[in-house]
């Protein structure tokens, strides 16, 4: 987690303000919200839930597939079924 807080930090301080574009993309696609809401502090929560009741992060939860083990297609099916249900109920919001 260092080493990635490293690099973001050297990027967005010292790399990004002299870039006027990425190398493949028109623009940076940055985050404009700023404010801390319910939706954020509830999406951080059941990620931090999902994380701690099944030992998985997204990534590596997909990458652990390969071992074909049932905990990581129990979480990889939970979390679809999580990004569907939050595509369905972004409207209502």
């Known amino acids: 987690m260092a080493?990635?807080?490293?690099?973001?930090?050297?990027?967005f301080q010292l790399i990004q303000p002299k870039m006027p574009r990425p190398l493949f993309a028109e623009g940076f696609s940055l985050p404009t919200a700023s404010q801390i809401d319910g939706r954020l502090i509830g999406g951080a929560f059941l990620f931090g839930m999902g994380w701690?009741?099944?030992?998985?992060?997204?990534?590596?939860g997909i990458a652990s597939l390969a071992y074909l083990e049932p905990k990581a297609f129990g979480f990889v099916g939970a979390m679809l079924v999580g990004f569907k249900l939050a595509d369905w109920?972004?409207?209502v919001r």
């Open 3 to 11: 080493s990635g807080l490293v690099i973001s930090t050297l990027f």
């Open 89 to 91: 109920l972004a409207p």
């Open 52 to 60: 701690a009741v099944s030992g998985y992060c997204p990534g590596p």
